[in-house]
């Protein structure tokens, strides 16, 4: 989740369509002075090579220009053909690149590098402006800024406010802003736009929280005044509320954005997937997350892949916290070794690289458990090998977890910079996820990095997310009295909104050894338990034959839960002949899930029968209820979704942007 430079913030077909009219009248100036141009029209191959540019008809424009670059390898038409081709068909952007210098190298070795002579110069100020967009694609911000500035010499109107962005990725803020308030000056709407968007992200970027918020209100006020707020106005501002921590002003807007026309950049469900996730909301975030695909299928192939580790990383924390972590396994290990495309992203790529390995730690660590869950009513050679999985998984998550200190150490400030949750630096970060990081990094180094963190954070509502963090800091220390008082502190300030850290707070009460509702714990993340690797306090009541006992041994051995006569829940054990069911019951008898199997053939044995009322049990307590066929479980990331085909938007309008 970041501020990005969506459909009128980036260096995309806007504004080369803003400038033609000017580069027209420019090349007819030039044509009028001069006299007639000493360079005959396009022939007949390359004006419908290029006519299927402008249609939008790429996969033809791309064998047409191939074709005509093969007939003239000279061709500056035919190469600026392919560029745009592979830029928004193929979302091939260094060929793109390849093709956009070709294009210029072999116009200017025919006409000049300056409009000085009567030639065809509105071909000049497309190829710069594409080759400065596909630049600005691959991160290229430097060259961009040169090409900007080249446009701007020779070609009107100028590109004022899209340096902004370039400026701010180069971390130079105090000319970022200086290029978008000269942007503003020009009182162009076009400019306008683009230099309120861009103050958005600078602000940002740039760690200055509330002037974000207010410069993305100012960015999504003008676009309500003037005509219909946009995605990307809508989540930016989400963004920004979410910053200062207002989680339920950004539901509203992200709601808002939901209703609007799908954009280049900026998927409204994937925010709002992760926001009620957080809020333990899993009803609705699985209704947001089958509608991720379907809304990044809407965008052209060269902006379809923007944000894909990004829903599979949103994705994946759903799963841990629903209890399908082997499903998560496979997004984190996609999303380790495919980085999103960032051109379009004002967070450091670090970010990503460590959230993911800090899941792929936690899911890796969470099927040891089920391994160890799976096996505890099996005989003792089953249960051996399911310990052999599950040290092998720990090994691998490990391995996952130096990986993310690796990344965090890289600068001593990325460290300090996550620990500031909802800001720039460490928006990506969930807040339920990161006390894991005193696994990683130790009681002494976390609790210097919480205070430097906290230092710098000037946001009043930051303060109870700092105390979770020193609850978790005071149990690595052994400190019972402070783990008490800064949870208690905790607690009082994080909202419903923040559901999952709650949880989680509480269960460093429990781990603590002091009094918690085990049952505001159950009835809000069972699964807490199980990611925390907690067991919890049971007495049990066995009732029936062997089957009971076998039973009441395998609980005995689960590692979720700690059998003793004078726990506050009790596990209710009833096998008789026909069957069973085994429940775990809270104050008043309230039930918190429920395992149930019968006999269904003679062939059922005594442990057949344990195993799986022990597994029918760890699963209906520890999994919150999400009703989601396994259909749709498959379909989250897109893989069962037709718009997922790359070919889409090929053969029809491109939404809201086309290519010059």
Not at 256 to 283: D, H
Not at 426 to 432: L, S
Not at 463 to 484: C, K, M, N, T
Not at 609 to 625: K, T
Request: with cysteine; proline share 5%.
């Amino acid at each position: 989740m970041t501020i990005r430079r969506r459909t009128r913030v980036l260096f995309l077909a806007l504004a080369s369509l803003i400038t033609v009219f000017g580069v027209c009248e420019l090349a007819a100036h030039v044509r009028a002075q001069a006299g007639p141009p000493p360079w005959s029209a396009p022939s007949v191959a390359e004006e419908a090579a290029f006519a299927a540019v402008e249609q939008n008809e790429m996969i033809r424009a791309r064998e047409l220009g191939e074709a005509v670059v093969a007939e003239d390898p000279t061709s500056f038409i035919g190469h600026l053909t392919l560029a745009y081709a592979q830029h928004f068909a193929e979302a091939n952007f260094p060929r793109a690149l390849y093709h956009a210098n070709q294009a210029l190298t072999h116009f200017e070795a025919r006409f000049g590098p300056e409009p000085q002579t009567p030639a065809p110069w509105m071909w000049h100020a497309r190829i710069i402006q594409e080759l400065g967009n596909v630049h600005g694609e691959l991160g290229h911000h430097a060259e961009r800024i040169a090409l900007i500035e080249r446009f701007n010499r020779s070609y009107q109107p100028q590109m004022v406010a899209e340096i902004a962005w370039s400026l701010m990725k180069l971390g130079r803020y105090d000319e970022a802003r200086a290029a978008a308030r000269q942007g503003l000056a020009e009182d162009r709407p076009d400019q306008v736009v683009v230099a309120l968007n861009a103050l958005c992200a600078i602000e940002f970027e740039a760690g200055r929280d509330g002037a974000s918020y207010d410069a993305c209100g100012q960015a999504l006020a003008y676009s309500r005044a003037h005509g219909r707020a946009t995605v990307v106005d809508l989540t930016n501002f989400a963004e920004s509320a979410r910053t200062m921590l207002q989680l339920a002003e950004a539901e509203r807007a992200l709601l808002e954005a939901t209703e609007a026309a799908s954009s280049l950049y900026g998927n409204p469900w994937l925010e709002l997937a992760e926001l009620y996730t957080r809020a333990g909301r899993f009803a609705e975030a699985g209704q947001a997350l089958q509608k991720i695909a379907e809304w990044r299928g809407r965008r052209p192939p060269y902006a379809r892949d923007s944000d894909r580790n990004e829903s599979r990383r949103a994705i994946a924390e759903f799963m841990l916290v629903t209890g399908m972590h082997e499903q998560a396994l496979g997004l984190t290990d996609k999303a380790m070794v495919t980085p999103d495309r960032r051109a379009h992203n004002s967070r450091n790529p670090a970010q990503d690289r460590s959230l993911t390995a800090l899941l792929d730690r936690r899911a890796r660590r969470m099927a040891a458990e089920s391994r160890i869950e799976g096996a505890t009513a099996k005989p003792w050679h089953e249960r051996l090998l399911a310990h052999a999985e599950a040290w092998t998984l720990r090994a691998q998550a490990f391995l996952s977890g130096r990986a993310a200190t690796r990344i965090l150490t890289e600068d001593d400030e990325v460290l300090v910079g996550l620990l500031r949750l909802g800001t720039a630096s460490g928006a990506v970060q969930p807040p339920w996820l990161t006390g894991d990081l005193i696994e990683l990094f130790g009681a002494g180094v976390m609790h210097e990095a919480i205070e430097r963190a906290d230092a710098g954070d000037s946001r009043a509502a930051a303060d109870p997310y700092y105390a979770a963090l020193r609850a978790e800091v005071a149990l690595a220390e052994g400190d019972e009295q402070a783990v008490q008082r800064h949870a208690t502190r905790a607690l009082a300030g994080i909202g419903t909104g923040d559901a999952l850290l709650r949880t989680r707070v509480m269960t460093l009460v429990a781990q603590a050894g002091l009094d918690v509702s085990y049952d505001q714990v159950l009835g809000t993340d069972p699964g807490v338990f199980r990611r925390l690797e907690v067991r919890v306090p049971a007495r049990l009541r066995v009732q029936g034959d062997a089957v009971a006992e076998e039973v009441a041994d395998a609980l005995r051995r689960s590692p979720r839960f700690d059998i003793t006569s004078d726990a506050p829940l009790t596990i209710t054990v009833d096998v008789r002949a026909a069957g069973g069911r085994v429940c775990l019951l809270g104050g008043a008898e309230r039930v918190f899930g429920c395992g149930e199997a019968s006999v269904t053939n003679d062939a059922d044995s005594v442990t057949t029968l344990a195993q799986r009322l022990v597994d029918a049990f760890h699963a209906d307590v520890f999994a919150p209820r999400v009703d989601m066929s396994q259909a749709e479980i498959n379909s989250l990331d897109g893989s069962a979704q037709p718009t997922r085909n790359p070919l889409e938007t090929l053969f029809g309008p491109v939404p809201e942007v086309t290519p010059p």
